[in-house]
């Protein structure tokens, strides 16, 4: 079983691999980016649970991935630089990171760090109970939703349908499913109750968050936080 999903941001493949490595022996999924769009792109596409992130990339640094990622974004970040001045590391941590480590660096600290910090996010995870995505955070404790910082009014039973969507990013679901699981075994109204509930849904999140819900024609619905 993963212990998480790791994306790694650097632009020198040889330190990719190194980590890459290292946190797959630690059961961990590793995605891998070159530049700061592809890691931008990445991260949206991807939520991982932690980025581990160069500063110096080509295309779009690392300050301003991490800068374009916050606050709608809340993943741990951990800046890797070969700068080790304190007003580098300032900058890198006012800029929204959680860790910042200096290169050369020891794969194994790195790999300690990440547990680290996931063992608390998981920890502050489960005292909240807040699901997050790009531009969405979802709070089962206090039943309550957040579309790019600003509260959106959702009914019971919409607010209970985008939780189990969001639980279970990528996944299909059939309008039975989604009958039985949101409404209970024992509704028995008309299924197309699923399509019109989503349709009310999708017009309150607004864009580009309502196109996390996507149709599967022929089959039923998913949620994916993609923006497409």
């Not at 040889?14 to 890459?20: D, F, P, R, S, V």
């Not at 946190?23 to 980016?33: D, K, R």
């Not at 700061?36 to 295309?59: A, H, T, V």
């Not at 404790?141 to 349908?161: A, M, Y």
């Amino acid at each position: 079983m993963s212990n998480g999903k790791v994306l790694v941001i650097d632009d020198d493949q040889n330190i990719c691999q190194i980590l890459k490595d290292y946190l797959e022996f630690e059961n961990f999924e590793v995605i891998v980016a070159h530049d700061g769009q592809e890691g931008l792109r990445k991260s949206r596409e991807e939520n991982p649970d932690i980025i581990i992130l160069d500063i110096m990339l080509p295309e779009m640094d690392g300050l301003e991935v991490c800068q374009q990622l916050r606050p709608q974004n809340d993943t741990p970040i951990i800046m890797l630089s070969a700068k080790n001045k304190d007003t580098d590391r300032i900058t890198g941590l006012e800029m929204g990171a959680d860790d910042y480590v200096t290169k050369p660096f020891s794969p194994k600290e790195v790999v300690v760090r990440v547990k680290t910090i996931l063992r608390r996010t998981e920890k502050s995870a489960e005292y909240t109970n807040t699901i997050s995505f790009p531009q969405l955070a979802i709070n089962q404790d206090h039943r309550t939703v957040k579309v790019k910082g600003e509260e959106v009014e959702l009914t019971p039973k919409e607010f209970d349908l985008l939780w189990h969507f969001a639980s279970s990013p990528k996944q299909v679901f059939k309008r039975q499913d989604l009958l039985n699981k949101v409404w209970g075994y024992d509704y028995y109204g008309d299924i197309r109750t699923v399509d019109t509930h989503i349709k009310s849904l999708r017009d309150k999140l607004g864009e580009p968050v309502q196109n996390y819900i996507k149709t599967i024609w022929g089959v039923g619905y998913k949620f994916e936080a993609t923006e497409d």
